[in-house]
């Protein structure tokens, strides 16, 4: 029975109580009504009835028993109604119920819908509601939680593309896309404010010779510093970008004119001065600067950047390490360069380079020991082009390393064929990019080409540049090393200009040194060349180095240049280079000879 039916049930027991007491005390008084005295009553009747004495007659039975009949009607009512509201309690429990629910799931899906219009996916709903809202609740919190770690994960995918698409992954600055974009926006706004826009085209001086000589990591590398070194100098709101390979472009907005833009440009080649320290290897870069200005030069993007790689090409060919601001002439130059790039590349790979070979005459003999390779560009239309134009084209472009195989090839032939008909052995001397020397399958290749021409390691001299040091001392002594273990011989060419210097020769183990024509043509005028040639004269012949002298033209030259000491020499004086070196030997190949020569050309 439950708490609250527990009263009705009372009442009723004690209801059917009276009646039963009332009934039977009726019943007494009803058979002994006449004869009994009021006495004969029972103890506990006159108790029930508080001492007062009210059943004198059957009627007071009767009364008594309605009563209790009522009494207990009362009570069963009561009991009904009672039931009746414990009904209606719970029944306005359980809609109270069903209201929190139905409130709880419009709340969640007024949620559902605002998190798929606006994805607020951090959001996290409090769980309330009936055990299956409450369900629902967390159901919805956990996917919540899911799509949030999925949005995450998109934005951060999407940061990364865009990193990619915008931005170089080397050194972190922006690329060419975003580049020209910048550049579209500054040249908007140097329209509607009426100023003026600089672009500086950056490209760095011998930079292959690194990567090549020292491997890419190391040129990386160098790039990321060299990238950070130029960041930290200019303004926050200028624009770096890395366009190329060893190609950066500069947007300077809002300068006065070309000298601030020059001013900066002098300021970058400032800030590249310092050795770079790349993988313990201490590295010098320069670079070569070309300006373009916003309005004067061009109104578009593209046009200014053309416009500034041409002004750039300018300072490479001017000696680099150098601004250079574009003006006239500058376009067309650029232009002519491309198109000789184009059609050496076509020449080389037609055979249109021939070579023609200059001697070197031993001084102590008289006799030509060798010719050196020299090659020559005639262009079907153009005519001969001179090597000092084609060459700095081939090695910027990077022909210079299918030219110089080629030159190797034939020489090496060539020479082969020379042997059978000189007297003696006589050398071919092949003139080497410091780009080939920085390739790692340098001497792999010289090698193949000697096996697969036949001729000796001895009759070929290689001329390196002074700049083949640049990827390191200790590299090129090494490969010089392995080159003269051979038996191949190594000269030092143009020695005494660019990047001389005295203190790395005894560390590279050369043949010789081919001493540059201007200090022929500067002996007889100043004392100090005299001097300078004379120490170098007296170090090689230390190191067991010979001294061959290039630019005779007169004979005073040569005999001063022998009166010095010095080994073996080559000039116009003693023979111009020729297509066909055989005759040279075939006439005796003596200096009275090449002396007569000069007297009758
Ligand atoms: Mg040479």
Partial sequence: MSRKSL??????????????????????????????????????SAILLGGTPIWTSPMTGVMLATVALLSLAILAVLSRVNKLRRQVSEQEGALQKASETTQAIRELSRSMLQVAAQRPYDVHFPVRGSEEVAELVDGFNAMLTEMQRRDRARKEAEARLQQMVLF?????????????????????????????????????????????????????????????????????????????????????????????ADTVGRDT????????DVDGHSIRMTA???????????????????????????????????????????????????????????????????????PEFDLATNTIVRFEALARWAHPTLGPIPPLSFIPIAEESGLIVPLGAYVLERACMDAVKWQARAKRPIQVAVNVSSVQFARDSFLEEVEETLHRTGLKPSLLQLELTESATLTGVERAADLIRRLTGRGIGVAMDDFGTGYSCLSYLPRLFLDALKLDRTFVTELAVRQETRAFVQSVLSMAHNLHMKVIVEGIETREQLELMRALGTNEAQGYLLGRPTANPMEQLAWGADLARARDLEAVS
Wanted: aromatic residues 6%; contains cysteine; hydrophobic residues 40%.
């Fill in 7 to 44: 009263p009705a049930g009372v009442a009723l027991v004690a209801g059917v109580a009276i009646f039963g007491v009332t009934w039977s005390h009726a019943s007494v008084v009803s058979h002994s009504a006449a004869a009994a005295s009021l006495n004969d009553l029972p103890l506990n």
């Fill in 269 to 276: 080649l400032e800030v590249l001065k310092a050795p770079f």
């Fill in 288 to 358: 070569s600067i070309g300006i373009s200005m916003f309005p004067e030069h061009a109104q578009e993007g593209g046009q200014l950047l053309r416009q500034a790689d041409c002004a750039m090409f300018a300072a490479k060919r001017n000696g680099k390490n150098r601004v250079v601001q574009f003006g006239d002439g500058l376009g067309t130059a650029a232009r002519e360069r491309l198109m000789l790039e184009g059609e050496l590349r076509q020449a080389i790979e037609n055979g249109e380079i021939t070579l023609h070979y200059q």
């Fill in 168 to 260: 170089d992954d080397l050194t972190g600055l922006p690329n060419r896309r975003l580049l020209i974009d910048r550049l579209t926006h500054s040249l908007a706004k140097g329209w509607r404010e009426n100023r003026k826009v600089a672009l500086l085209y950056i490209d760095l001086d011998g930079f292959k010779l690194v990567n090549d000589g020292l491997g890419h990591n190391v040129g990386d590398a160098l790039l990321g510093q060299v990238a950070q070194r130029m960041k930290s100098r200019f303004r926050q709101s200028d624009t770096l970008a890395r366009i190329g390979g060893d190609e950066f472009t500069l947007i300077l907005e809002n300068v006065q004119g070309p000298e601030d």
